[in-house]
């Protein structure tokens, strides 16, 4: 198994990016084992892990994928600091994902074989 971490920096619904990395993760998934996938939310990307959403009908909605990923064992963590800077607290957070650090993140990089940024 190959051990990737995606590190996402885009907003939310600004761009395809988020999007576009989660559905890769996804495929990913479906093909490993979930536990050598961790996703890192960089910036603007932490919004995509607040919870309670809602989104115009027929429009992708970043939580849900999040969520499903986080139950197939993914580790997904949110930089705390990006979070502070834009005034969401832990308890904002949707279920499976965690309040991370740069030290976290440097801990993950040496782990990955792989580093996908988006």
């Not at 885009?10 to 990016?17: A, I, R």
């Not at 910036?43 to 999040?66: C, F, H, I, P």
Request: proline share 2%; charged share 25%.
């Amino acid at each position: 198994m190959k051990e990737i971490l995606f590190i996402l920096n885009e907003p939310p619904y600004g761009s395809e990016k988020i999007y576009n990395a989660l559905r890769l993760a996804l495929a990913i998934v479906k093909k490993q084992d979930s536990e050598t996938i961790h996703i890192f939310l960089f910036g603007d990307s932490v919004l995509a892990a607040k919870r309670s959403q809602k989104v115009a009908q027929g429009y992708y909605n970043l939580e849900t994928m999040l969520k499903g990923l986080a139950t197939r064992g993914v580790k997904i963590s949110a930089c705390g600091t990006c979070m502070d800077a834009r005034g969401m607290k832990d308890e904002e957070l949707v279920d499976g994902i965690d309040r991370g650090s740069m030290d976290q993140l440097s801990d993950w990089t040496l782990w990955a074989v792989k580093v996908l940024v988006f």
